[in-house]
Antibody, heavy 119, light 108 residues
Framework: QVQLVQSGAEMKRPGASVKVSCETS????????VHWVRQAPGQRLEWLGWINGGNGDTKFSQKFQGRVTITRDTSATTSYMEMNSLTSEDTAVYYC????????????WGQGTLVTVSS | EIVLTQSPGTLSLSPGERANLSCRASQSVRSYLAWYQQKPGQAPRLLIY???NRATGIPARFSGSGSGTDFTLTISSLEPEDFAVYHC??????????FGQGTRLEIK
């Protein structure tokens, strides 16, 4: 069965960086995409960006362009999301989710990773 | 960026009743609208994609309708496990993908 398993909770200081992993299984990683979405307390779901599991192409929300990097390791069928210059407003649960290459329909989700930014 | 507005913010109903949740887009998203269910402490789960297509394993009591800018998720007869937060999401002309602010469906 399809599974996306994310790395554990992180606590960071303002100005630091965080890297979250998303290990996938049960489907053809290189024939699908991985999206990253976050949910801050009391806020709506917010899309950060996307990586093509096959060729590594990425797309980002303009809000996060330049501050978020999304990569993948095809041999490990894992995607990574790194965010730098963290502030308290980046405190949120970060999710990865899979879709096919063309349609951004988020069919399977990871369990979420809580990132807390506090001094 | 397309803004999605969901209404109502909170809907209070009893098991067995019918629920209608609304999602309105700031511009046409054609039929490219999805619905997700989220329970406390869990990730969202895909229910409906492209307006009216149920995802694998989703019960027939969930249905979607609409087009352009106005969409509805209907739950025909509420089961206890249906009380959750529901999010709509558009994928027309992405990036970015955008989500509504959510509707909380609570037990009356």
């Amino acid at each position: 069965q399809v599974q996306l398993v994310q790395s554990g909770a992180e606590m960071k200081r303002p100005g630091a960086s965080v890297k979250v992993s998303c290990e996938t299984s049960g489907y053809n990683f290189t024939a699908h995409a991985v999206h990253w979405v976050r949910q801050a307390p009391g806020q709506r779901l917010e899309w950060l960006g996307w990586i093509n599991g096959g060729n590594g192409d990425t797309k980002f929300s303009q809000k996060f362009q330049g501050r978020v990097t999304i990569t993948r390791d095809t041999s490990a069928t894992t995607s990574y999301m790194e965010m730098n210059s963290l502030t308290s407003e980046d405190t949120a649960v970060y999710y990865c989710a899979s879709s096919d290459m063309v349609a951004a329909i988020l069919g399977f989700w990871g369990q979420g990773t809580l990132v807390t930014v506090s001094s | 960026e397309i803004v999605l507005t969901q209404s109502p913010g909170t809907l209070s109903l009893s098991p067995g009743e019918r629920a209608n949740l609304s999602c309105r887009a700031s511009q046409s998203v054609r039929s490219y609208l999805a619905w997700y269910q989220q329970k406390p402490g869990q990730a969202p789960r895909l229910l409906i994609y492209d307006t009216s297509n149920r995802a694998t394993g989703i019960p027939a009591r969930f249905s979607g309708s609409g087009s352009g800018t106005d969409f509805t998720l209907t739950i025909s007869s509420l089961e206890p496990e249906d009380f959750a937060v529901y999010h709509c999401q558009q994928r027309s002309n992405w990036p970015p993908i955008t989500f509504g602010q959510g509707t909380r469906l609570e037990i009356k």
